[in-house]
């Protein structure tokens, strides 16, 4: 190993992740109190970093006309079969429209309707023209922050003493430097975690998925190995998406109101499952009912687009060009328009994601993890689920509030010498060219598919059971010891090695949590067949787990589900 | 397939006094530039297919193909983003071309924009192509 450079920087705020959380909370804390220092770390570059590299057309979470506050914890509640924190969703509700707000001052298109207001695509959702959602949240940070960014700097541990942060590690890409990043307070604001299952294609389209292959749970790796305690892993998210393209379902079931069919032409969901609510069923529930259709020989299952006129159709295409581009190109390719050849639906494989289902670090009403000053928003924070960009800019807001309110007071963060040699040692010595090696897209191929056999991947129709979860456990511990002969040629395939390490932490979490609630809460999800029935009587609480490095022991812990308390959140 | 960089068209984009737009604009980190001094993307299966190279590339080098295994042969998309759209053109198995226009930013926000000379950073600086942004009228 060639001498590495370390570049040593203080800050009072460290913000992993320039996405809608990471963004939102440097621009809140910059507005609340200028001279506050505040440094960004970004493993892509900030303008076309994760989930919104290719934009959005929607924002999913706003509190549209007829809803209130109450009405959307309640959905998101009901949506969650009733184990969310509350709290937090109450909270995230009260600024998803300013959100809204700010990102169209900042130039994000919203279209209106003829009363002048954003055009409801459904429940909860706006249409926005979001192929530059993320240059626009980008330009606005970038003129508070200036130099204060540092993109393609990849986070490899955090720093943490006597259960306080104070930094976290990193390497840079491209000035091939090691990092010590010391600070009073940190923000874990990265994405969540895709790849840990074998995903829907394979070979040259591996990367077709649906959310963004390079959201590797970094930032729940680092704080499972800081030993904070992380809540609900097993709540995995599977999504309903257009096949091949894995292209998001909003824009057609909403936008354009199609409804769901089988092979045989029969709206499904009204009526083969009327009982479970119909068309109204929870989102889990209407994938588990297409999945049954295709089981039951009734498949494939459509959105059925054959309605829409020509001019409808062309409108469609280009709606997609705001988020899934591959899919307008995908009808063309094929010669056929959305009329003629409507989007055919599956699931995708599990992610694990905060944003969407509920996995990530437990945190208190001001986003503050178990581990002193160190706060998590966005995809990683737990509890909150259907938060969506809107909801991950308003926890990225709480935080920076919470940060400036007291970052005065925090003792000056310390740094041992000799963890930053340790930990030089354990990021670097991959590159060595040793005997015996293996290639970080080999790992990642086994770990996909033991979690695909194993661990309800697709291939077993997303269903567990104890003992192949034992399986998967065993299989996991033992890939984590190979993934000491990991080799990166250069620092791409370096970064490639330490993606597949946080994902098979991630794995370990996942795999524990999986295990131990014995019930079936959220169907495909977290589906159980040994314990096929939902148990409010002994399950209707959280599973969370702290991860202990030195023994590799994962701990599980129950916390209570506590109904709504405003006056808490109001002081 | 994930895209293609026209060898033929890119012309390095002032590489290496500057890093690339393309470069720059990757989520995954996988282009690179090859000692000729051309973009080239190092692995085409890690591609999202985002398109955020192909819209950013002055050089309208960069195209989208969709993998053989998805839909079969030649197929296209090529982008290029205006201040406040960008241009689409999408190109089927025959030959036919579509065009669509989407809307990218508020006209009213534009006033405050930062301009081009402005649009830099510390650690990998924009300054040398920031000139071949404002003259081709292309933003981010």
């Known amino acids: ?571 | 397939m994930g895209i293609f960089i026209d060898p033929n068209l890119c012309n390095g984009c002032g590489f290496p006094q500057s890093e690339t737009p393309c470069n720059m604009a990757c989520p995954g980190d996988l282009i690179y530039m090859e000692s000729t001094g051309k973009a080239q993307i190092c692995c085409n299966a890690d591609c999202w297919d985002c398109a955020a190279c192909i819209k950013i590339c002055p050089q309208h080098a960069i195209e989208i193909n969709l993998p053989f295994e998805i839909v079969g042969k030649e197929n296209s998309i090529k982008a290029r983003a205006y201040k406040d759209k960008t241009i689409w053109t999408v190109k089927d198995e025959k030959g036919n071309e579509q065009t669509f226009e989407t809307t990218a930013r508020n006209e009213t926000s534009l006033q405050s924009m930062i301009s081009p000379e402005e649009f830099t950073d510390t650690i990998d600086s924009y300054k040398g192509i920031s000139k071949t942004f404002t003259d081709l009228g292309a933003d981010i």
């Open chain 1, 1 to 571: 190993m060639n001498p590495i450079e370390i570049k040593k920087l203080k800050t009072d705020f460290l913000i992993i992740g320039a996405g809608a959380a990471g963004c939102f909370a440097a621009y809140e804390a910059k507005k609340l109190n200028p001279n506050m220092d505040i440094l960004m770390v970004e493993k892509a570059h900030i303008d076309r970093s994760g989930c919104l590299a290719a934009g959005i057309n929607a924002l999913n979470a706003y509190i549209t006309p007829g809803n209130t506050l109450e009405s959307f914890v309640d959905y998101i509640k009901k949506d969650s079969m009733d184990l969310i924190r509350e709290d937090l969703v109450y909270t995230i509700a009260k600024e998803v429209n300013k959100v809204a707000d700010i990102l169209e001052k900042w130039g994000l298109p919203i279209p209106k309707d003829e009363n002048g207001k954003p055009i409801v695509r459904g429940r909860g959702s706006i249409v926005v023209q979001g192929e530059r959602i993320k240059p626009i949240i980008a330009q606005a940070v970038k003129r508070e922050l200036k130099d204060k960014i540092l993109n393609r700097v990849v986070v490899t541990n955090l720093i943490v003493s006597n259960n306080k942060v104070c930094g976290a590690f990193a390497f840079g890409l491209r000035d091939k430097k090691f990092y010590v990043l010391e600070a009073k307070a940190v923000l874990v604001a990265t994405g969540g975690a895709s790849g840990i299952y074998k995903p829907n294609n394979e070979g040259q389209a591996r990367h077709k998925t649906w959310y963004s292959p390079f959201n590797t749970g970094a930032g729940y790796a680092i704080g499972i190995r800081a030993g904070a305690e992380m809540t609900t892993f097993e709540m995995r998210y599977v999504s309903m998406r257009i096949k091949d393209l894995m292209a998001p379902t909003g824009a057609v079931a909403q936008g354009v109101k199609a409804k769901q069919v089988n092979a045989l032409g029969e709206r499904y969901l009204e009526e083969r499952y009327s009982k479970y609510g119909g068309h109204g069923m929870s989102t889990p529930m209407r994938l588990w009912a297409t999945l049954q259709e295709n089981i039951e020989g009734r498949g494939p299952c459509y959105l059925d687009t054959t309605h829409l006129n020509k001019e409808q159709s062309e409108k469609l295409k280009a709606y997609y060009l705001h988020m899934t581009p591959g899919l307008t190109l995908y009808w063309a390719a094929r010669g056929t328009t959305p009329n003629t050849d409507p989007p055919e639906i599956v699931g995708t494989e599990p992610f694990i994601v905060g944003g969407h289902a509920q996995a990530g670090y437990w945190v208190d009403i001001n986003r503050m993890s178990t581990i002193e000053n160190l706060y998590a928003a966005g995809d990683v924070a737990g509890g909150a689920p259907k938060k969506y960009v809107p909801g991950a800019a308003v926890e990225g807001m709480i935080v920076a509030r919470h940060v400036v309110s007291r970052f005065e007071s925090i003792d000056e963060p310390t740094v041992a010498e000799k963890d930053i040699k340790d930990e030089i040692q354990r990021v670097f010595s991959l590159l060595d060219m040793r005997k015996e090696v293996i290639l970080p897209d080999e790992l990642e191929l086994r770990m996909q598919k033991i979690m695909d056999e194993y661990a309800g991947g697709i291939s077993s129709n997303y269903v567990l059971n104890e003992q192949k979860l034992i399986k998967a456990r065993k299989y996991i511990k033992d890939l984590k010891k190979e993934s000491k002969s990991l080799f990166g040629n250069n620092f791409h395939e370096l970064m490639k090695c330490h993606e597949v390490i946080d994902r098979l932490d991630v794995a370990q979490v996942l795999i524990e949590h999986l295990i131990y609630r014995k019930e079936t809460r959220w169907p495909v999800y977290q589906s159980r067949a040994d314990y096929p029935e939902r148990d409010d009587k002994n399950w209707l609480k959280f599973v969370n787990s702290i991860y202990d490095q030195n023994s590799d022991v994962i701990k599980i812990i129950e916390r209570e589900c506590k109904p709504l308390d405003k006056k808490l959140i109001e002081v």
